[in-house]
C-alpha cells in the first residue's frame, strides 16, 4: 500500500520514516504541495487560496472558539510568501480543521475523494485543536487528507508533573529544563523520525478501518497524552498483537492487487 505524503518539511526525517514502513509493506510516495510547483500554470492563483485559508487558521486566543472574521492581509501575504517558498509558514498554532480545509481544497481530482491509498500532509506547523475552553496542541489531525505535525509530538503530550512544579517556582521553562530530568522529546530528537512513522500508521488505520488508536499503552499506535507514554509507545516499533495482525492483512490485501 502507497502512504501519499504531501511534505512541507525538507524532507529530512522521511528517509528512515519509509525505512521503518516497509518492514509492513507500506511505501511512501513523496509530493510537494498540489498545484503549487515552479511548473503548475496557476501556482499564483493557488497560492492566494492557500494562503488565504492558512491566514485563516491561525489560531489568535488559544482559549477561545476560532473567530468567523477574515484574517488580517498581512498574515494572508506572509503565508503566501511561504507557500511559493515551499516552506511551512511561521511558528504560529494553527487550528487543525481550518488548515484541513487549506489543503483540501488545491488537491487534484485524483486525490480529492479518498481512495486505496491514504492522503498524509507532514508539516512543520504547529497544530492543535479547539476542546472544551481551549486549544489542545496535537501531533495528528484526522480528515481527509490527515495532517501529521512534528512538533505536536514535542510540544502536545505533558511532560512529568515535576517539571511544571519546577516551571511555578522557576518562573520559566528554560530553568525548569535545566534542573528536571524527565525524558521527553526535544527538537530534531532521534526519536521523532519513528514517531512519524507510528502516527502514519495511525492515519493508515482511520483510512482502513476509521480508528486510528490502540487502547494498548504498549502499541505504536497508543494516543500518549503524556510525554512517558509516548516514549514507550509511538516512539517504538512495538505493536499490539491485534494491530500486528492488521498490518499484516493489510500487506496481504496489497499484494493481492498487485498485476
Known amino acids: 500500500m502507497d502512504?501519499?505524503?504531501?511534505?512541507?518539511?525538507?524532507?529530512?526525517?522521511?528517509?528512515?520514516?519509509?525505512?521503518?514502513?516497509?518492514?509492513?509493506?507500506?511505501?511512501?510516495?513523496?509530493?510537494g504541495l498540489p498545484r503549487v510547483g515552479p511548473?503548475?500554470?496557476?501556482?499564483?492563483?493557488?497560492?492566494?487560496?492557500?494562503?488565504?485559508h492558512t491566514a485563516f487558521a491561525r489560531v489568535r486566543d488559544v482559549d477561545a472558539p476560532p473567530p468567523?472574521?477574515?484574517?488580517?492581509?498581512?498574515?494572508?501575504?506572509?503565508?503566501?510568501?511561504?507557500?511559493?517558498?515551499?516552506?511551512?509558514?511561521?511558528?504560529?498554532?494553527?487550528?487543525?480543521r481550518r488548515l484541513l480545509e487549506a489543503f483540501h481544497g488545491p488537491l487534484p481530482d485524483e486525490l480529492a475523494v479518498p481512495g486505496e491509498d491514504p492522503v498524509v500532509?507532514?508539516?512543520?506547523?504547529?497544530?492543535?485543536t479547539h476542546e472544551g475552553d481551549r486549544y489542545h496542541v496535537r501531533f495528528l489531525v484526522n480528515g481527509h487528507p490527515c495532517i501529521v505535525s512534528?512538533?505536536?509530538?514535542?510540544?502536545?503530550p505533558a511532560r512529568d508533573r515535576s517539571f511544571y512544579m519546577a516551571k511555578q517556582v522557576l518562573g520559566?521553562?528554560?530553568?525548569?529544563d535545566q534542573v528536571?530530568?524527565?525524558?521527553?522529546?526535544?527538537?530534531?530528537?532521534?526519536?521523532?523520525?519513528?514517531?512519524?512513522?507510528?502516527?502514519?500508521?495511525?492515519?493508515?488505520a482511520y483510512h482502513d478501518t476509521g480508528e486510528p488508536f490502540c487502547e494498548d499503552e504498549g502499541c505504536r499506535l497508543f494516543n500518549p497524552h503524556w510525554q512517558e507514554d509516548l516514549l514507550s509507545s509511538m516512539a517504538t516499533t512495538d505493536l499490539c498483537e491485534e494491530h500486528g495482525v492488521w498490518l499484516a492483512d493489510v500487506a496481504d490485501v496489497d499484494r493481492a492487487r498487485q498485476p
Open 39 to 52: 511548473e503548475d500554470p496557476d501556482r499564483e492563483a493557488w497560492a492566494d487560496w492557500i494562503a488565504w
Open 172 to 176: 520559566s521553562a528554560h530553568d525548569a
Open 68 to 96: 468567523e472574521r477574515e484574517p488580517p492581509v498581512a498574515a494572508v501575504a506572509t503565508e503566501r510568501e511561504a507557500v511559493l517558498a515551499g516552506e511551512s509558514g511561521p511558528g504560529l498554532l494553527y487550528d487543525g
Open 180 to 204: 528536571s530530568d524527565d525524558d521527553h522529546l526535544r527538537r530534531n530528537d532521534d526519536r521523532l523520525p519513528t514517531c512519524v512513522a507510528s502516527a502514519f500508521l495511525q492515519t493508515l
Open 121 to 128: 500532509v507532514l508539516t512543520d506547523r504547529l497544530v492543535g
Open 3 to 31: 502512504l501519499i505524503v504531501l511534505d512541507e518539511t525538507d524532507g529530512s526525517a522521511l528517509g528512515e520514516v519509509e525505512e521503518d514502513l516497509s518492514r509492513y509493506g507500506i511505501s511512501v510516495e513523496r509530493r
Open 150 to 156: 512534528p512538533p505536536g509530538f514535542v510540544d502536545g
